[in-house]
């Protein structure tokens, strides 16, 4: 269930992100990345960030958005062997599919952690999930899979992007 596109409390608030150029954050759990095409479309002012890299979709459908919509910065928090659909094994190997996607758009990646735990319980909001005790596992996926990449491709990914996507100066 989520509100529709052209909801006016989801188009206030994309104004607001526009006049005050703070990022947006669009968590869709959507087959397809035609439900978030018209909102980056529509808001080239805005930075987006996808969460989950659209939950369970392959590299040819998030690079098909990420090439229509240069205002998207793809997350990969969540995207490990356990939960929705992973882009690298448990030893951090990637397919040729998503390291091609890495590497064509390598400043356009964010990692993070998401410690909602077990993924198939996520709608229990009525008492605490068991994330954090898994926390070190996640680290160590997104590690591992990162240790796979060039130098530089890692630490733009780990770090500089971050940056970059919040409008700040990167590190040297």
């Known amino acids: 269930m989520a509100p529709r596109r052209d909801n006016r409390i989801v188009q206030g608030l994309l104004e607001l992100a526009r006049e005050f150029d703070v990022p947006m954050l669009i968590h869709t759990e959507a087959s397809d990345y035609r ?61 040729p599919g998503w390291r091609e996607l890495l590497e064509r758009y390598p400043e356009r990646f964010l990692i993070g952690s998401d410690p909602v735990w077990p993924g198939f319980e996520i709608h229990h909001w009525d008492r605490a999930d068991t994330g954090w005790e898994r926390f070190e596992q996640f680290l160590g996926f997104q590690r591992a899979w990162l240790g796979r990449l060039p130098v530089s491709l890692a630490r733009r990914i780990r770090l500089t992007n971050a940056y970059r996507f919040l409008g700040l100066a990167p590190p040297e």
Request: hydrophobic letters at 40%; proline letters at 10%.
């Open 35 to 95: 439900y978030f095409l018209p909102i980056c479309r529509d808001h080239p002012q805005v930075r987006f960030q996808w969460a989950h890299a659209g939950g369970h979709l392959g590299p040819v459908q998030v690079g098909a958005l990420m090439e229509r919509c240069p205002n998207v910065w793809v997350g990969l928090s969540a995207r490990d062997p356990w939960r929705y659909g992973s882009f690298a094994d448990e030893e951090g190997r990637l397919p």
